[in-house]
């Protein structure tokens, strides 16, 4: 079983949509979570950046982590054609510790 | 946010040659700077950790004297991609994490140097 799992889509919406992406993870020692936004050929830029469990928002961009299900997401409001790229997961046990990555979902938001 | 700055964006040389990509943390320092392989359309593919002051933590498959990585200071991490050969042409992705006072538990990607190898 892999330590981060996420559906790589791709995932396709209208302009204005609600977007949900998720990633299931299986070790219950990972504390530290991030969403990373991917556009082609560039590196992954970090977007979301959570500590624990709870929600965190950002503008139109809402992190959740649920560590008793094992399971987060982001929730992307209004989402805008500017919002296609890649959106990777990433989880840590702790500062200084491997991370683990999902490998990406892809979406598309048409105009 | 911190800013990762990985230089050259884009290279291109003959087979044969080698390569040195440069990753650097601008504003804070990174005690573990990460090295990855990306094809296209595919995940983040872990080919080292890289360590201040010491020698480098190769994945399974990963061939150190092809692929030398070098953490010189805090600040800078150099992967050098030596004899390269076309099979090497990929887009090359540092990352690295804060360390010290600023230890965040983040993660933070330069901007990826894409390697062209004729």
């Known amino acids: 079983q892999k330590e981060v799992e996420q559906d790589p889509g791709p995932l396709s919406v209208p302009e204005g949509a609600i977007v949900s992406l998720n990633c299931t993870y299986s070790n219950s020692a990972f504390q530290y979570f991030m969403w990373y936004r991917q556009y082609s050929r560039k590196g992954p830029e970090l977007l979301m950046y959570t500590y624990s469990s709870g929600n965190k928002e950002d503008g139109r961009f809402t992190a959740q982590v649920d560590k008793s299900s094992k399971y987060i997401s982001l929730f992307i409001r209004d989402s805008q054609p500017s919002d296609s790229a890649t959106y990777l997961c990433a989880m840590s046990a702790g500062t200084g510790n491997q991370f683990y990555f999902g490998t990406g979902t892809s979406l598309t938001v048409i105009p | 946010g911190a800013v990762v700055s990985q230089h050259p964006s884009w290279v291109i040389c003959k087979s044969g040659t080698s390569v040195k990509i440069e990753c650097r943390s601008l504003?804070?320092?990174?005690?573990?700077m990460f090295w990855y392989r990306q094809f296209p359309k595919q995940s983040l593919m872990l080919m080292a950790t890289s360590n201040e002051g010491s020698k480098a933590t190769y994945e399974q498959g990963v061939e150190k004297d092809k692929f030398l990585i070098n953490h010189a200071s805090l600040t800078l991490s150099t992967l050098t991609v030596t004899s390269a050969h076309p099979e090497d042409s990929s887009f090359y992705i540092c990352s690295a994490g804060t360390s010290g006072s600023r230890n965040t538990g983040e993660l933070f990607f330069g901007e990826g140097s894409r390697l062209t190898v004729l």
């Open positions: 504003d804070f320092q990174a005690t573990t």
